[in-house]
């Protein structure tokens, strides 16, 4: 490995680019990785940027793959790479280094792109001759490194470990030489690079599931998330919806939820029709299973602590018949007009949005006694890496302390709120077990009167949703 990915390493001294250069998606997706992986910003908020740029429909899909496929896998393109140039990459500069990144996810991952439409791109966006020479160099290398490809997930057999990679969805990628570690001597090591997640975390997830089961979260992680919608049970049905989206040109199948539906192909929730119309709402099947686990009746009240965006709280409204009381809380204004809208496009008059104190979160004043309280807290977003994909590379800036401080205050003030004998459901986008079950029993411990009723580990699952955790909790 040759360096933390977008951090350090000696920058090179020739004159700047000019600026009046026209750039397609390939040197676009170049500057947004760089931005990406320096920390400027989201993918997410990079990409919408960029989509201002005129760029065809075509070209956004091709920019959005790049971008997110060379976030993700960098730490196994920094190996591959690394091992095909002569002096390594500690003294490439940065803005080459991205044209190099970008060309060699295309080359390792992208089965539909020419090899010498990937390194022309990476060659033509350097101004100096010698940079050229050294870009197209270092590219060809990495052709001729790339022995094949399978298709099956068991490991290739006579191919060391040290020699292959997992592939974008399935299968391997083949090297002809030795870049990688060996899974033999040390497992996590082999993952973090040929899978690309930072080494803490691919120690955690061997020593919690083992090479195999840890190799099987990585694949879904560095998956293109599937788009799935959640139909509106008070306005429409699945099977209504799924005849609309089809005879729309749409691909769509239902999901394994009640409710829930798969499209082939993913789009922007505002391009769906049944999305604007409050017919469905975008959601991943994971966080679909939230509501029903709190388990929320006609006529109780039940709080969201943390409501935003509102899919949950929508959720929470449809399965108690809009009947009874909903409190949306949130710490943040800004936030809760993204509940307000989901709210209004669903026709939803049981829900009551609120704005609560950071410092002491709770519902408006009402006589009501609450029946339940899910709070959906602040984490690592370990199990939604393939959605958030610079996450993984600022996990070791993760303040763990300030984590658990949130995590432990909030799930206090939800047992508070409750009334006795009532439920409280305690949900994180995380697969680790210090946010998770770990946190759960450690609350247990200092409060008797509270019992766990039933708890879930969701992992991300390829083809399907994310990963979470849910406690339900018996105050």
Known sequence: MSRRPGRGGHRGRGPRRPAAREEGPRRLAAGVVRGVLEGRGAARTHIERASDRGLSARDLGLLTELVYGTVRRVATLDA??????????????????????????QLLFLDHVPAAVAVSEAVEAQDEPHLRGFVNGVLRAVTRVIAGRTHDDAAPPGVPSTRRLPGRERGWVLLAQDLLPSAERDPAAWLAAAASFPLSLTKVWVERWG????????????????????????????????????????????????????????????????????????????????????????????????????????????????QGRVDAVDVDEGR????????????????????????DPRPPDDPRPIDRVLVDVPCSNTGVLRRRVEARWRLDEVDWPGLEAVQARLLARAVDLVRPGGV????????????????????????????????????????????????????
């Open 424 to 475: 409280v459901v305690y949900s994180t986008c995380s697969i680790d077990a210090r946010e998770d079950e770990a946190r759960v029993r450690a609350f247990l411990a200092g409060r008797p009167d509270v019992t766990l009723e039933a708890e879930e580990l969701v992992l991300p699952a390829r083809g399907g949703g994310d990963g979470g955790y849910m406690a339900r909790l018996r105050a």
């Open 336 to 359: 809760l007009a993204r509940v307000r809208d989901v709210v209004g496009r669903f026709g939803l008059t049981s829900v009551v949005v609120a704005l609560t104190d950071p410092e």
């Open 211 to 322: 090479l195999e089961g840890a190799l099987e979260v990585a694949r879904a992680q560095n998956e293109p998330p599937p788009m799935t919608l959640r139909a509106n049970s008070l306005r429409t049905t699945r099977e209504a919806l799924l005849e609309r989206l089809r005879a729309g040109g749409l691909e769509a199948a239902p999901g394994p939820l009640p409710g829930s539906i798969r499209l082939g192909a993913s789009l922007a929730s505002g391009a769906l029709d049944v999305v604007d119309e409050g017919l469905a709402a975008v959601q991943d099947e994971t966080a679909q299973r939230v509501a029903p686990f709190v388990d929320p009746r006609p006529g109780e009240r039940v709080v969201d602590l943390t409501a935003a965006p509102g899919g949950k709280v929508a959720h929470l409204a449809e399965l108690m018949g809009d």
């Open 80 to 105: 591959v790479l690394g091992g095909c140039a002569a002096r390594g990459l500690v003294r490439v500069e940065e803005a080459v280094l991205a044209h190099l990144r970008v060309a060699a996810y």
